[in-house]
């Protein structure tokens, strides 16, 4: 499994990098779950980031294709290798097919070989939105390189609350089939990496449990280089 890392900013950008992470993820919690971050904080982020990717979230859409197409491409253009988008507001197959299909069609058109992840939410009965078990399929019929798994609200409560291991080990078998990666996230704690290591997701997401356990605190290197070690046992 990868490590994503959620910094806000370069120093924790920074912070990230020197921990291990696998993957740097621009995003703004001010805004949302997968609130944006402004264009060149992104681009700041990129020159800390070194050799390490760099992922940025364009937010928590409603059904707006045009207007996360035009957000996808200024992520791209800013220098983020995977463009992340949360389907928060989404309750069709249509509407997710049509925003997905427009996103990867801008994104690619500028770069062929950015990544575009697709965002469902564990906790999608009570924000009413799309099922993220319908990604997979969806996903792979618009493009899209990732599909992945966060809570919608910032609560405390976790993935693991929502949904269960036989589930959430279903949608990364499920997305295999169709040939796709996967992600999982929301408040994930270090107790949670034994489950997560039998569901065997390809990326996992993280914030607060690098704060020490407040998203809101700042990002802490040894909790960076702790969690990579955990998920790198065998």
């Avoid at 940025?56 to 800013?78: E, H, R």
């Avoid at 020490?212 to 070690?229: M, P, T």
Wanted: aromatic residues 6%.
């Amino acid at each position: 499994m990868k490590l994503l890392v959620s910094p806000i900013n370069v120093e924790e950008a920074n912070i990230c990098r020197l921990g291990g992470a696998d993957i740097i993820d621009v995003k703004n919690p001010k805004e949302g779950s997968l609130g944006a971050n402004f264009p060149w904080m992104i681009r700041a982020v990129k020159e800390a980031a070194g050799d390490v990717p760099v992922s940025a979230t364009i937010g928590d859409f409603n059904y707006k294709p045009g207007t996360a197409s035009l957000a996808a491409l200024g992520a791209a253009v800013a220098g983020a290798e995977y463009i992340k988008v949360g389907l928060y507001d989404i309750r069709t197959k249509e509407q997710a097919l049509d925003m997905l299909t427009n996103i990867v069609h801008s994104v690619r058109d500028f770069d062929r070989n950015r990544k575009v992840v697709a965002s469902g939410y564990s906790d999608y009965r009570r924000i009413n939105s799309i099922s993220p078990f319908e990604l997979p399929k969806i996903g792979a019929q618009a493009g899209v390189d990732v599909v992945m798994m966060d809570t919608g609200v910032k609560d405390g409560r976790s993935t693991f609350e929502f949904l269960s291991e036989k589930e959430l080990t279903g949608f990364v078998e499920n997305a295999g089939n169709f040939g796709l990666l996967t992600a999982l996230a929301g408040t994930i704690k270090f107790e949670d990496i034994p489950a997560l290591k039998r569901i065997s997701p390809d990326i996992i997401g993280v914030r607060g449990c690098v704060c020490g356990g407040d998203r809101n605190s700042v990002i802490k290197q040894e909790l960076v280089e702790r969690l990579k070690a955990e998920i790198s046992k065998i």
